[in-house]
């Protein structure tokens, strides 16, 4: 079973590992400030169905995000941070990243941990890990009794170069049990063990004030599923695109920030193998934001830094506005332009939409509870493009006299259009929006769009798909069956997986072979065994192994594919990898400058049984006459069209048609535009492709 919370709708799927086949999958508004309440009503009418038979659950939440960003019910617990004398205020001084350069009024984001909790001791450990000054157990003493004066919950610890040497904040962790031991205590050289002060802070004390959170929302969630009677482990997704058990995540909540939009990755990557479509473009629209990724050669562009909690301008987080974590995440671009994105009207009369959401509660004015504003979703409405009775499947009514009512009041009243006109600048803008992040993933990055297809999921993502495709020149566009569940899905194709790194900042000539294999060995040690706790057989461990890399000096790194043994020779290939990974990022190499290795990281894997998703059995046929008709409006014909309505339970492998056309079903409804014709391959996938291509 897969669960994903998102900001408007929580998914959950059951699927048959040993058919593929999805056995229920359900669709229900979230409860931001209860997250866990929705998991549980939905779990519960499920456990009833399926009971023992539940194997694995799976969960991808936006928990951390969200206590980040301050939403009222998950409250930040009281942190200190513990560092070295000197280095209080490395927090506030950060790096010399303005994100609004001429802003004179701009004020960074606010210091995680106040500055009368960030407690300094005296201790000096240099670079090589040498101790210089001793650490000094009478002002330990005293900060012990400070964190209990105040009642502090949670302790980052991080002090200069403890990448290199973690003796002195293995002592403080070991005292501050002894004395305190219900405190929850992060260590930047457990957390993220290498070189760059600001940002090793920063990660340990990010997830030093997720941790009381997360541990008590995945032990509560245990205790749940448990009282109804499931006895299943839960796994939870990782930014990186892999799952790791509960007391992982809860010990390290800094992996699981970017969790939900992960999956869709994930789940993209397993059908580019399925459906033999290795460069992929993914568009996953839901009810708050719209996300894009690259696939390239089935693998996933990933990235080792992010700012949690920053503002986004045009798809980018902007550096500087958030603070900066430092672990493995599958790079994506992301907008505020979901199906619940506010269309409003600013002070000089334009028409803009978002970036401000309405959210599940009360959401689109269409669902009745209570909203007011025109959304993406009232403008799709309107213009015919979702069915005007209902939502999931009949499941949700909708009301098109109030989408209609918040376009005219709103929109209308201000700028003078009628309410068709407002409706389709609503969808433009949208349109406008989305297709910039599609270009910072594929255009921005070197990459040609049109050597892609663009697989589009999401509750929103298959209606603005074609649009989309036309603005990129992209020639073809997968919708699988279940697209407003594919995230779910993605937690079920997965693998367990940790990444762990240490730093060494050796040039790579001077650099002995055989030591440089004992460290990836004791990296890898340290892997396995988080694995094996986990439940993982040996026989189903792979283990990938990576430097960072760079020019002697340089200023970033890049991530260059090790192999196994380490030797001489392997050292030399190692030099021209980099070398050519280098002028393929960059598009020029110096093969006469010194090159240095930052980080080793190992890549542990815990292979999990993965569905078999077979060929449909339905019988193939090219005849299924449409359920019903629409007058649905088009942009470039700008009008609106008798538009033939498909249920896509009904369309079997091998069925064809001429757009435009509009397919509905539970979770989603796709929308082919005139000039493109679909088809419905082996696998129940809706092919999409522009007149005269398929």
């Known amino acids: 079973m897969g669960i994903d919370i998102g900001g408007t709708f929580t998914d959950i799927i059951a699927l048959d590992p040993l058919s593929g086949k999805v056995l229920a999958n359900m669709k229900t508004p979230s409860t931001p400030r209860q997250p866990e309440k929705v998991v549980i009503n939905g779990l519960s ?16 939440t936006t928990i951390a995000t969200n206590a980040l960003l301050g939403q009222i019910g998950l409250e930040l617990p009281k942190t200190a941070l513990i560092t070295t004398k000197g280095f209080r205020d490395v927090l506030e001084i950060g790096r010399q990243r303005r994100p609004e350069l001429y802003n004179l009024f701009f004020t960074k984001p606010k210091p995680l941990i106040p500055r009368r909790y960030r407690l300094e001791i005296t201790e000096r450990i240099e670079w090589t890990g040498r101790i210089i000054t001793p650490l000094r157990g009478e002002e330990l003493k005293f900060i012990i009794q400070r964190i209990k004066s105040e009642k502090i919950v949670s302790v980052a610890v991080s002090l200069l170069h403890s990448y290199a040497n973690p003796t002195h ?31 090793r802070t920063s990660t340990t004390v990010v997830n030093a004030v997720l941790m009381p959170i997360i541990h008590r929302y995945l032990m509560d969630l245990k205790k749940a599923l448990k009282k109804l009677g499931l006895e299943a482990p839960i796994l939870i997704m990782q930014s990186s695109g892999g799952v790791s058990g509960v007391d992982y995540c809860a010990k390290f ?81 992301e907008v505020s332009a979901g199906g619940g994105s506010i269309a409003w009207v600013d002070a000089g009369g334009a028409l803009r939409v978002g970036p ?33 009775k209902y939502l999931l499947g009949g499941d949700m009514r909708i009301y098109l006299d109030l989408s209609l009512k918040a376009l005219r009041e709103k929109i209308c009243e201000v700028t003078g259009m009628d309410v068709y006109e407002a409706a389709i600048g609503v969808i433009r803008i949208a349109n406008s929006i989305m297709s910039k992040v599609l270009r910072i993933v594929s255009v921005e990055r070197g990459y040609d769009p049109r050597d892609f297809s663009l697989i589009a999921f999401g509750g929103a993502g298959p209606m603005h798909a074609c649009a989309l495709a036309q603005e990129l020149e992209v020639y073809k566009i997968i ?49 396995i065994g988080i694995l094996k706790r986990e439940g993982v057989s040996e026989d189903r461990i792979v283990i990938h192994r990576f430097a960072d890399m760079r020019y002697w000096a340089q200023g970033y790194e890049l991530l260059v594919p090790i192999s ?20 393929k990022t960059y598009g020029y190499s110096m093969r006469d400058e010194e090159i240095e290795i930052v980080n080793i990281r190992v890549e542990c894997i815990g292979l999990l049984s993965k569905p078999v998703i077979r060929p449909s059995k339905r019988k193939i046929t090219t005849r299924v006459s449409p359920h019903d008709y629409r007058e649905v409006f088009f942009e470039g014909i700008n009008d609106f069209i008798r538009t033939p309505v498909f249920l896509r339970e009904k369309l079997c492998p091998g069925f064809e048609y001429e757009g435009p056309a509009i397919i509905e079903q539970y979770d989603s409804t796709t929308v082919v535009y005139p000039g493109w014709r679909f088809l419905v391959d082996e696998y129940e996938n809706i092919i999409i492709m522009r007149e005269g291509s398929l």
């Open 253 to 333: 909540p800094v992996t699981i920030i970017e969790s939900g939009p992960a999956a869709g990755v994930v789940a993209s990557v397993f059908y580019s193998s399925l459906i033999k479509e290795r460069n992929l473009i993914t568009f996953d629209m839901g009810g708050t934001t719209a996300k894009a990724g690259m696939i390239i050669d089935g693998l996933p562009i990933i990235t080792t830094e992010y700012e949690v909690g920053g503002k986004i301008h045009a798809g980018r987080v902007i550096k500087g506005s958030g603070y900066p974590v430092r672990h493995v995440f599958i790079d994506l671009a």
């Open 356 to 388: 401000i959401s309405a959210g599940a509660d009360p959401g689109p004015a269409c669902y009745g509870k209570g909203g007011e504003n025109p959304t993406v979703t009232d403008a799709n409405l309107v213009l015919g493009r979702l069915n005007p």
């Open 479 to 527: 919708v699988p069956p279940s697209p407003g569940l594919f995230s779910a899905l993605g937690l079920l194709v997965t693998d367990l997986k940790h990444v762990l790194s240490k730093s060494i900042r050796k040039n790579l000539d001077e650099i002995d072979p055989n030591a440089l294999e004992e460290e990836f060995k004791e990296l890898e040690t340290k892997g």
């Open 45 to 60: 009418s499920l456990a009833r169905k399926f009971g023992k038979n539940v194997e694995t659950i799976i969960h991808a």
């Open 169 to 199: 904040e293995k002592i403080i962790k070991k005292k501050l049990l002894e004395e305190i031991p219900e405190l929850y205590i992060s260590l930047s050289s457990e957390v993220d063990p290498e070189y760059r002060e600001f940002e």
């Open 564 to 583: 196994r043994p380490i030797d001489e020779k392997e050292i030399r290939k190692l030099r021209e990898r980099f070398h050519e990974v280098h002028e």
